[in-house]
C-alpha cells in the first residue's frame, strides 16, 4: 500500500490530505498521472516526494508497499 | 536611534544586563551577541508574518532592521497583525510597525521603506542587509526576491502559509538551492490572505520558526532549514521535512521583467488607464470613468487598439490575470505597464472612500 499526502490548495482540490493506494508495482509516473487527472491537479504548480525526498525526475521509479508520495505545492498567505 | 556597536572585550553594562538570558546560552555568549549587534536584516512585509517576525529580531538586539511594506492597516488585519491597534488604520504598516519594535529595545537601528517591493527597489536595498526574510503573501514577488537573493548572493529565509499549514525554508543559503530550482513555475495560481482565511496563530507561529532561522543563521549555531522544507499543520500539530534531491545545475535567475507594483490607492488617484484584463461579467464590477476592460482571452488581439505610450494599470482579481496580461503586452512593445495590488476588490474599496463629491471619476453599481 503506497501512501498519498496532499498540503495546502492540492488537498483542497483532491478534497482530502491522504489516501491510500492499494495497488502494487505501479510506477510513480504512473499513479501521479492517474491522480493528477482524478484530482484535476493540471493547473497546479507542486512538487513531489517520495519518502520524504523531493524527487526532481518522475521517473518509472517503482513503488513499494509503504511508501509515501507528498504534493507539495507552494504556499502564499502571510 | 542608531548606537556605536560595543567592541567583544568592553560590553557596556546595560546592553549585557539585556542579553545576559540569551549570552547565558553557551551556544550563543558574547561572541554570539555580537554577531547579532553586527548583523543586518531586512524583513519584507508587515502583515501576518512580519508582525510575529520583528518583535523577536528587535528583541534578540539585530544591529539594524529594514522593514519594507507599501500597505496600510486594516481592521482586517488586526486579528492576525498583532503589533497594531484599531487606532493605526489607514497608516503605513512599515512605519507603524518600527515604532512598536522600538519600544521594546530602541538600539535597533530601523530602516522603514513604505513601499512595495519590485525589481528596481530590490536592487537598491538588499545590498544593503546580510539576511532577507520573505514575509510577503504574494507568489510572484517571491520569484524578485529570490532572484535578487541569488544575483547577490544572500540567504533568503521563506515562510507562508495555506489556511493551517505553514511552509518554511532557507533558500539561496551557503551554496545551497534556491526557491526557483523547488518552484521553478510562476505562473500557476495560489491564493493569498486576502481570499483564503487565516487565522492569527498559524502566522505567528511560521513567522517565529522564520525568526528562529534567522537567528541561527546569524549565531551559526543548529541545523539550518537549507535544502529543506518544513510543513508545519497546526491542526494536527505535525511537522515534516522534505528534502530536496540534488540541486540541478544552477541556471541563472531569469531576468524579470520589473513591473511595478501599485497600491490600489495610488492607483485611483491617477487619471491614466486603469486595464481591467477579467472576463466580462466577472463581480465586482468596477465602473470608473479610465476603466477598460479587455479580457486576457483576447487581449493579444484587442492590443492593437491600446497605445503603446501611454501608461496602463492592470489589474484582475488575485494578480495572476494582470501579470499574464502585462508580459502579453510587454513583449508586444508596452513599456509602461503597473499592475493593481489587491485587484478589483481593492480597487472598488479605494474607490468608494476617495471619490470626492466634484470628481470626474464616478462609481456606478
Known amino acids: ?78 | 536611534m542608531e548606537t556605536k556597536l560595543p567592541s567583544y572585550h568592553h560590553f557596556p553594562e546595560d546592553e549585557m544586563n539585556r542579553y545576559i538570558r540569551q549570552i547565558t546560552l553557551p551556544q550563543v555568549g558574547l561572541s554570539g551577541q555580537q554577531k547579532l549587534m553586527e548583523s543586518s536584516v531586512l524583513v519584507i512585509g508587515a502583515g501576518g508574518l512580519g508582525c510575529s517576525i520583528l518583535p523577536y529580531l528587535a528583541a534578540a538586539g539585530i544591529g539594524r532592521i529594514g522593514i519594507i511594506d507599501g500597505d496600510r492597516i486594516e481592521e482586517s488585519n488586526l486579528h492576525r497583525q498583532v503589533l497594531y491597534g484599531a487606532e493605526q488604520i489607514g497608516l503605513f504598516k512599515a512605519k507603524e510597525a518600527a515604532d512598536s519594535i522600538l519600544k521594546n529595545n530602541s538600539d535597533v537601528e530601523i530602516l522603514v521603506y513604505e513601499e512595495f517591493l519590485t525589481q528596481k527597489n530590490a536592487n537598491q536595498i538588499f545590498p544593503d542587509f546580510d539576511l532577507i526574510l520573505d514575509a510577503t503573501d504574494n507568489l510572484f514577488i517571491r520569484y524578485v526576491i529570490n532572484d535578487t537573493c541569488v544575483s547577490l548572493n544572500k540567504p533568503f529565509v521563506y515562510g507562508s502559509i495555506h489556511q493551517f499549514q505553514g511552509q518554511v525554508s532557507v533558500f539561496n543559503y551557503q551554496g545551497g538551492p534556491s526557491y526557483r530550482d523547488i518552484f521553478p513555475e510562476e505562473n500557476q495560481s495560489a491564493p493569498n490572505c486576502a481570499e483564503a482565511g487565516v487565522l492569527g496563530t498559524t502566522v505567528g507561529l511560521i513567522g517565529m520558526l522564520q525568526a528562529n532561522e534567522a537567528l541561527k543563521i546569524i549565531l551559526e549555531i543548529g541545523e539550518v532549514l537549507s535544502g529543506k522544507l518544513l510543513i508545519y499543520d497546526l491542526l494536527s500539530n505535525s511537522q515534516q521535512v522534505f528534502e530536496f534531491g540534488k540541486v540541478p545545475e544552477r541556471k541563472k535567475p531569469e531576468i524579470q521583467i520589473p513591473f511595478e507594483m501599485i497600491s490600489a490607492e495610488e492607483a485611483i488617484q491617477s487619471e491614466s488607464l486603469l486595464l481591467d484584463v477579467r472576463e466580462m461579467g466577472e463581480m465586482p464590477a468596477v465602473h470608473l470613468e479610465n476603466v477598460k476592460q479587455l479580457p486576457l482571452s483576447i487581449l493579444e488581439l484587442e492590443s492593437v487598439n491600446l497605445d503603446k505610450e501611454q501608461e496602463i494599470k492592470i489589474f484582475c482579481q488575485s494578480g495572476v490575470r494582470s501579470r499574464k496580461a502585462a508580459k502579453l503586452l510587454s513583449e508586444k512593445g508596452f513599456q509602461n505597464l503597473k499592475l493593481i495590488r489587491g485587484g478589483a476588490k481593492d480597487l472598488l474599496q479605494f474607490a468608494e472612500t476617495e471619490i470626492k463629491p466634484n470628481s470626474k471619476r464616478s462609481i456606478v453599481k
Do not use: W
Request: glycine residues 6%.
Open chain 1, 1 to 78: 500500500m503506497v501512501q498519498v499526502k496532499y498540503f495546502g490548495i492540492i488537498a483542497e482540490a483532491a478534497q482530502c490530505e491522504t489516501e491510500n493506494i492499494a495497488e502494487e508495482n505501479m510506477t510513480l509516473s504512473k499513479i501521479l498521472s492517474d491522480l493528477s487527472s482524478r484530482h484535476s491537479l493540471g493547473d497546479y504548480n507542486f512538487q513531489i516526494a517520495v519518502n520524504r525526498k523531493i524527487v526532481s525526475n518522475l521517473s518509472e521509479q517503482l513503488l513499494e508497499d509503504g511508501d509515501e508520495i507528498a504534493f507539495l505545492p507552494p504556499f502564499s498567505g502571510g
